[in-house]
Structures are given as structure tokens and as C-alpha cells.
């Protein structure tokens, strides 16, 4: 038994006749006349009389006509409100210190134009941190940068950000055209977080160059980290997505190292098994025409 049933019967008490339940459905009068059949079987019981070519409802079809519409209109009710909530749906985004620094407003904005209804909830944090939220479901998608741990999730890379070392204007390295790793020995380093791409690849970076830096300072807030390196604090990495308009300003110098580049992927990360919604979909066209 389930609703098409229910709402058929209801048609043909309403309507009187099988063939005016069968116009007013926009099906044939068979089909009716199948479904009240099995409605019949199922329940073992007669719905109708028929008396001189009209229809009467038996007992038992009075019985069911009494929980069919009041079934009939929690169903459609239902329909309605999970419509409005498919409609009003709120996209949980995570989002990395660079990407929702520098990109997730722009992706946010494309967004709005493909689903004028959509909201949205952002988080920013560090890769590890987003990466558990999406393994916890505290986020429906991420888009972080890095190398994530987890084999439950489905990464897709959507543009390359790159790292460059800086330090201040006034710090004595800002001055040299070309830097060999060996004058980096011994500088104050000003890093980021335990969970941060930027401290992970930073480390792997100097230690296969051999390098030793003095960790001077360390901060999860990139606008403290330069703030730091603008006043002298010591040389730090950072996105060169994030320092854009310091190094136009001439507050912040990129180094150039000799042999020290370092390219990261910024990627889509989604749980295998997360649904992929509307919203889901539209974001992963939205990112996957990203321009790197």
C-alpha cells in the first residue's frame, strides 16, 4: 500500500465514479479500478458497494477514507516543507587561513548568482582542522590547501598557490637580490600553527636543505604573523596570495632563495560518502573553473 493508493481511493469517493477519478488523475479508468483492487487484497475488505451503476462506500471504506485524507494531507504537507527546506538550504563550507582570506569571497559571490537562495556558513580554520570538521559532517564540503590525511575523503585540486619566504623592509636580507639557503641559518622564524600547511611544508623545506632557524614567534592569525614580519620580527612563509598588497606597498620583500620553491594545491576536499546536493554540485563547477 502507499500513498498513490490512498490518494486514488480518495479520488473515486470524491469524484463518484472510477472513470471521473480516472479523468480528474490524468490516468485510465484500469489503473483506478487496479489500484482500489489492490488496496482490496491488501487489507482483505470490500471499499465499495456498486448499487444501480453508482458507488457506495462500505464500512470499511468509510474507516479508510478517514485516515487516507488526513495521511493524503500530512503527505503533502511534507512535500511542501521539504521543498522550502531543499530551497532554503545552507551550504556548510570549511575553509583554510589562505582560501578564505583570498578566494572564498569571490567563489561566495558566483555562488549567489547561480542560487539566489542559497546561504551559506563558513568556517575558517587550519587544513587539519577543516579536514576533521568534514569527517565529522560539521561541514558539508572544504577547500583547503596541502596534503590531507584521511582516505575517506574525495580530494579534487582546483588551483596552485604558491609560498615564498619574506621578511620585512628594514631586515638585512631585504636588500639582497639573490639569497642562498645558508643565509637563512640561524634567522628568526615566525611561524604559524601546529596544523597549518604553511609550518608543515615550511619545516620539510629547510630540513632537506639542512637549515636551523630560531622560532621567535608563532601564531595561528596570518594578519599577526605579518604584522611580525613588517616590523622586523624575523623572515616567515606565507601564501603569495596573502601579501599582495603589503609587497605593493613595500612593507613586506619576498626572497628569492636559491632552490627553495615550494607549490602547494588548493583542493575541493568532500567526503566519499558525503550526498552531493544540489548546492554540492554547483559549488564543485563553480571551483573546478577556478582559474590557477
Known amino acids: 500500500m502507499t500513498i498513490r493508493h490512498l490518494k486514488v481511493f480518495t ?9 471521473a477519478a480516472g479523468k480528474a488523475l490524468h490516468v485510465s479508468q484500469p489503473t483506478v479500478s487496479q ?8 487489507y482483505g475488505v470490500k471499499l465499495f458497494e456498486r448499487l444501480s451503476q453508482k458507488l457506495y462506500l462500505t464500512k470499511e471504506g468509510e474507516l479508510m477514507l478517514s485516515f487516507s485524507r488526513h495521511l493524503i494531507d ?3 504537507q511534507m512535500e511542501e516543507a521539504m521543498q522550502r527546506a531543499a530551497e532554503n538550504a545552507c551550504l556548510r563550507i570549511g575553509c583554510s587561513v589562505t582560501v ?7 567563489i561566495l559571490a558566483q555562488a549567489k548568482e547561480k542560487m539566489p537562495e542559497l546561504t551559506t556558513r563558513v568556517i575558517v580554520n587550519n587544513s587539519s582542522d577543516i579536514e576533521q570538521a568534514i569527517l565529522n559532517n560539521e561541514v558539508d564540503l572544504g577547500i583547503v590547501e596541502g596534503i590531507l590525511k584521511s582516505n575517506d575523503l574525495s580530494v579534487t585540486p582546483v588551483c596552485q598557490d604558491e609560498l615564498v619566504i619574506v621578511c620585512g623592509k628594514d631586515h638585512p636580507l631585504a636588500k639582497e637580490q639573490i639569497i642562498t639557503p645558508d643565509m637563512l641559518s640561524g634567522q628568526s622564524y615566525i611561524s604559524r600553527e601546529s596544523g597549518s600547511t604553511e609550518r608543515n611544508q615550511l619545516e620539510r623545506l629547510f630540513e632537506e636543505h ?12 596570518t594578519e599577526a604573523i605579518k604584522n611580525a614580519v ?8 606565507l601564501s603569495r596570495r596573502m601579501i599582495t598588497g ?13 632552490g627553495l620553491t615550494a607549490f602547494r594545491n588548493i583542493n575541493l576536499v568532500i567526503h566519499k560518502n558525503k550526498y552531493l546536493s544540489k548546492s554540492i554540485r554547483m559549488m564543485q563547477q563553480i ?3 577556478t582559474p590557477s
Not at 11 to 19: E, K, L, P, R, Y
Not at 35 to 42: K, P, S, T, V
Not at 230 to 237: F, K, P
Request: hydrophobic content about 45%; glycine content about 10%.
Open 11 to 19: 479520488a473515486v469517493v470524491d469524484a463518484g465514479s472510477m472513470s
Open 35 to 42: 489500484a482500489i483492487a489492490e488496496l482490496e487484497r491488501y
Open 74 to 76: 500530512s503527505f503533502d
Open 100 to 106: 578564505g582570506t583570498c578566494l572564498i569571497h569571490d
Open 210 to 221: 639542512g637549515l636551523q632557524l630560531t622560532r621567535t614567534f608563532c601564531s595561528t592569525n
Open 230 to 237: 613588517i616590523r622586523g620580527s624575523g623572515i616567515a612563509v
Open 246 to 258: 603589503e609587497c605593493e606597498a613595500g612593507d613586506i620583500v619576498i626572497l628569492h632563495v636559491e
Open 287 to 289: 571551483l573546478c573553473a
